[in-house]
C-alpha cells in the first residue's frame, strides 16, 4: 500500500512540556512548531524513510517581584524567564504494516544538533546565555491520508529529546522535553 509514496513534507504545531530544570521554566509551552521532510530511499520495501527536521519551541514563564542581593546593592523586580529552543536532526522512520491505504503508524529517531538560548527580562534589562549541544530524539507517530488516492494528509506524533546542552547560570546539566505534535502532510506518489 505504501508503494505509491516516494516523498513526503510535512508541517507541525509542536507542543513541549520540559523535563529538565523545571524549577526555572516548567510550564508547557504551544509556541513551536516543526518543518519536515521524509523520503523513502529502497523501493522493495517501502517501510524505511530518511530525512530531515528543522523545529523550534519558545518556553517561558513569569516569576513574581523579588529582590536579588549583590556586592554593591541590591535589584528588586519581576521578571520573564524564556528558553528559545531550535534543533536541525537528521532522522530515520519504520513504518509498521497495516491492511489499509490510508494509516501509516510509524517510529523513528533523529540525531542531531540543538541551540538553547536562555534569556531573563527585567523591566528593559535583559540577561542571556547561549549553548549548543547533540540532541537524540526518539519519536512515534500516525500518518494518516485524507483519503487513499489523497496526497493530503495529517500527522500525530510524540517525541523526547534529549541534548547535551549544558548552562552553569541557568542550571541545566542537559535539557530534555517530552513533545506532542499534529499537523499537515503532503505526501508526493511516483
Known amino acids: 500500500t505504501q508503494a505509491q509514496v516516494n516523498n513526503y513534507f510535512y508541517l507541525d504545531w ?3 512540556v520540559p523535563t529538565s530544570n523545571t ?9 513551536g512548531g516543526k518543518v519536515g521532510y521524509r523520503f523513502f530511499p529502497f523501493n522493495q520495501t517501502e517501510r524505511i524513510s530518511l530525512g530531515v527536521d528543522f523545529s523550534w519551541t519558545t518556553l517561558y514563564e513569569y516569576a513574581p517581584e523579588e529582590t536579588f542581593y549583590y556586592p554593591d546593592g541590591a535589584l528588586t523586580t519581576d ?19 497495516l491492511a489499509s491505504e490510508r494509516i501509516f503508524p510509524y517510529a523513528g529517531i533523529g540525531l542531531g544538533a540543538n541551540w538553547n538560548r536562555y534569556r531573563l527580562y527585567y523591566n528593559i534589562y535583559t ?6 549541544g547533540f540532541l537524540a530524539r526518539p519519536e512515534v ?50
Do not use: C
Request: cysteine-free.
Open 79 to 97: 521578571y520573564f524567564k524564556y528558553l528559545f529552543n531550535n534543533s536541525l536532526v537528521l532522522s530515520g522512520q519504520y513504518y509498521f504494516p
Open 127 to 132: 540577561e542571556e546565555e547561549t549553548d549548543v
Open 141 to 190: 507517530g500516525v500518518l494518516a491520508r485524507f483519503g487513499s488516492r489523497r496526497s493530503l494528509g495529517a500527522k500525530v506524533a510524540m517525541h523526547f529529546d534529549y541534548s547535551t546542552n549544558q548552562s552553569e547560570n541557568y542550571q541545566y546539566s542537559a535539557f530534555s522535553a517530552l513533545g506532542f505534535q499534529v499537523g499537515i502532510l503532503l505526501m508526493n506518489r511516483y
Open 23 to 31: 524549577e526555572w521554566i516548567g510550564s508547557t509551552s504551544t509556541a
Open 14 to 16: 509542536n507542543i513541549n
